[in-house]
């Protein structure tokens, strides 16, 4: 029996702040993003400023319909995509949605199902609207609870006929690590305890939950998943101190993964609250929501982190959000991340032996500056040999978690077309099996090319994964 049938569903990812562009266009409010040139890593801008490269992106708001023919070209079967919340409500608290908002997403979930590719949509990625972060201090407050439940139940009612997966918050975990990329929380991160940070993430744990309820009264069939950003979570020595370690940060993210599935907090919330003096403020009416749980797991993958209980004693190394020891056993990216296949097959058995629910690998990519070459024609050839190599070696292992009874049902590669890093805001820093044309000081025709992982991709899915051993 092969691993991958021809219902599994290989295709990409991507996120509406990272490409759409457009940003003030067609009725569109502004977005924290709007105010990130550079990411996380600078201060916010008072006005949108022209080097921030996501407010072009890679114009997929205009070229829609190009890149998901270019999807179809690949025979990508599911495309991962979020949904500007401000470009469905502009400030978060109008009553009536932007119809020019609706109509845009209308055209990209039919064109997608046009060439019979399953959209997956992202309710909450990273691009919280700029006047609920300015209002309320984003997600500090309890009030952007029922904001966020209008204008998720007016995304399941105007797409809910044709979208059957929905994903809540991207990365929600990353609450306690970013309160302004995942939160969007104005105040400096200094100034936010940890103990807040916690009620922060309480708050969108409930809206989660809430979303969770009114898609399920939507219509039954809807699949609603939770989405944090996974990370295999090895000890660096067999010393019990390192060892317990990496059990307790494994917990730091297993706390959001159970309070989705199990619709409770955790037995070991009781330690995190002691460590980080949390008082959670929580409602009889929130334990009531916080019991409707999700229909399948997705996490986003990248590296795995090695962890000690002493970090001085050893080198550190880069990764995605989640930044680690140098691990010796690993190979190691342009960007410093550790490329790690088998801690993909650890974290699919892992989630699996937990909870038993069905897994979607939501993200996973490697980030590359790609090289422009020349044949002899003129045209632009990009031998992006290394992604290949990264993309093969990980589809390996989640082929080898299926063959073990692990039930994945899907992959999504990140960035699948070039667009914006979330984290620093830049384009070379490159994920995509299409190259777009658009360089770090902003120039570029927009164009798009075919880079060399496009048709090998395209040979892996054609084959349901046969190609993967060629």
Request: charged fraction near 25%; glycine fraction near 6%; aromatic fraction near 14%.
């Amino acid at each position: 029996m092969m691993a991958f049938t021809k219902e599994f569903l290989f295709g990409g990812a991507i996120a509406a702040n990272q490409c759409e562009g457009a940003y003030n266009e067609d009725g569109k409010g502004l977005s924290i993003q709007d105010l990130m040139p550079n990411g996380v890593r600078g201060p916010l801008t008072e006005e949108p400023e022209p080097h921030n490269l996501k407010l072009i992106g890679n114009d997929f708001y205009h070229r829609y319909k190009e890149d998901i023919a270019l999807l179809a070209g690949m025979n990508v079967r599911v495309l991962r995509l979020s949904i500007a919340w401000s470009r469905i409500y502009p400030t978060g608290e109008e009553e009536q949605p932007n119809e020019k908002g609706i109509a845009f997403y209308n055209n990209v979930i039919n064109t997608l199902i046009y060439y019979n590719i399953t959209p997956m949509i992202t309710l909450s990625h990273y691009e919280l609207p700029l006047h609920i972060a300015k209002t309320y201090d984003g997600w500090r407050s309890r009030k952007v609870i029922d904001l966020f439940a209008k204008y998720a139940k007016t995304c399941f009612d105007y797409f809910g006929d044709r979208v059957k997966y929905w994903l809540t918050f991207n990365e929600v975990n990353v609450t306690l690590l970013s309160p302004l990329l995942s939160a969007g929380v104005l105040t400096d991160k200094s100034e936010i305890s940890m103990a807040e940070r916690y009620q922060i993430a309480h708050h969108q744990l409930v809206a989660s939950a809430l979303a969770t309820k009114l898609a399920h009264e939507c219509d039954a069939e809807l699949k609603v998943g939770c989405m944090v950003a996974a990370s295999a979570k090895y000890p660096m020595t067999c010393n019990p101190d390192d060892v317990i370690e990496a059990l307790h940060q494994q917990q730091e993210l297993d706390y959001f993964v159970h309070v989705h599935c199990k619709g409770e907090y955790p037995y070991y919330a009781q330690r995190l609250y002691k460590e980080y003096n949390v008082d959670l403020e929580i409602t009889e009416e929130d334990l009531s929501l916080l019991r409707h749980t999700v229909d399948f797991i997705s996490f986003s993958y990248y590296n795995s982190k090695t962890v000690a209980k002493d970090e001085s004693k050893y080198d550190t190394s880069a990764g995605n959000i989640l930044r680690g020891l140098r691990n010796p056993y690993v190979d190691y990216s342009e960007y410093d991340y550790p490329i790690d296949p088998q801690g993909l097959y650890y974290v699919l058995h892992y989630y699996y032996k937990q909870y038993g629910l069905p897994l979607f690998v939501a993200e996973n990519g490697l980030g590359h500056k790609d090289k422009v070459e020349y044949d002899d024609q003129g045209k632009i050839i990009i031998n992006d040999d290394y992604r290949i190599s990264f993309t093969k070696a990980h589809l390996l292992q989640v082929e080898r978690a299926i063959e073990d009874g692990v039930e994945v049902f899907g992959y999504a590669s990140w960035g699948i077309i070039d667009l914006i890093s979330a984290a620093s805001a830049e384009v070379d820093k490159r994920y995509g099996f299409v190259y777009v044309d658009r360089q770090k000081d902003g120039s570029g025709t927009l164009n798009r090319y075919k880079k060399k992982s496009y048709d090998w991709y395209k040979q892996v899915i054609e084959t349901n994964g046969k190609y993967l051993h060629e």
